[in-house]
């Protein structure tokens, strides 16, 4: 696998995503909330970018096959939730691509009635999306099909995390840092 985002060009593109969010955030709190385990690296670079007071909230997702009325049915947990009212609130993971967690998630973290409620990602990959989602801000734009590795994101045996650029098996397409929009109406 060849690097297909230098550590140059990921750097350069977080620190552009950082000022952005920094000026959106007009100087307020920010509650960060990093999905672990693919959105660690990315969200520790980003943070260091944001400008501000910035508090950070790390949540771990469970995907669990559950029986229901004798269907077997595949649902997300996640741990504990922070208390986010009247917060300005950034979900940070790395990669956006069928965008069904992390709608989930959004969801749930609106529950708590926060201030304006965004989404940040370093990859987003909308060819496989199956939500109506976008990125509030991201990285790059990737239209290839295949699994990313480095820069936190591991292959399927879990080894390439450590990798400083980020690598795809095949093709890709970038994009740059730019601010998307949910379809479904999210406060601002």
Known sequence: MSAAFSPARIGSQVAKM?????????GRRLDVVITLDRGFMFAADLVRHLAGPTVCHFVREDVRD?????RARREVFFGIRPDLKGRDVLLVDAVLESGVTQDFLLRRLGESKPRSLRL???LDKPEGRRVDLEPDYFGFRSASNSTWVGYGLAAANGTGRNGRGLSAASGNGAGSSGKGRRAQK???
């Open 18 to 26: 950082g000022r952005e969010i920094s000026r959106h955030s007009q």
């Open 66 to 70: 559950v029986e229901h009325s004798g």
């Open 120 to 122: 940040a990602v370093l």
């Open 186 to 188: 999210r406060k601002k």
